[in-house]
């Protein structure tokens, strides 16, 4: 049995990392996504916790050995909490392997029984980031292609005051 933790900020959750669990939910046995709700970030979400865990369980509900809860403090102590070992990470380009190598070797350091593993999105979405889609979004652009429906909805719902 592999039950594997997807971590990550997911504000909002993107295409991106929507491919990411779904190549995870079929390599694995279990998928927990879990969303970082740590207190110093707060100011810099858009969205809250409750609303981002509402989008990633709407946008995910059609992959039934997926889960999605909160977590806070560091990652490496929820993965010894929980009892898991192995992390799940997504790489777009080779920009992101810097800071994920950094946190993997950190995370490591934390926790030695613990494993990271990346899994590369689909070669169309590896220039779509929640940053960016936050950006086209607030200036009225179409953010429609770039994120799941629930994603999409909220994201107007924010910025347009619309749904
Ligand atoms: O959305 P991201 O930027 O890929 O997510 C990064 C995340 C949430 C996985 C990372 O910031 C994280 O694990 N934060 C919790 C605090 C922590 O453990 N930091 C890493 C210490 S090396």
Known sequence: M?????????DP???GHLDVAER??????????????????????LFSIEERLEIIRASTKHLPN?????????LAEYMRQKGLRVIV???RAVSDYEYELQMAHLNRQLNPEVETLFILAATRWAFVSSTMVKEI??????VGRFVPPPAARALRAKFQGGN
């Open 2 to 10: 592999m039950h594997v933790v997807y971590p990550g900020s997911f």
């Open 66 to 74: 997926v889960e999605v809860e909160a977590f806070q403090g560091l």
């Open 24 to 45: 995870a939910s079929r390599l694995f046995d279990r998928v927990t996504i879990a969303v970082l709700e740590n207190a110093a970030k707060k100011g810099r979400y």
């Open 89 to 91: 990470k997504g790489l």
């Open 137 to 142: 979004a607030r200036y009225g652009g179409d």
């Open 13 to 15: 959750f993107t295409n």
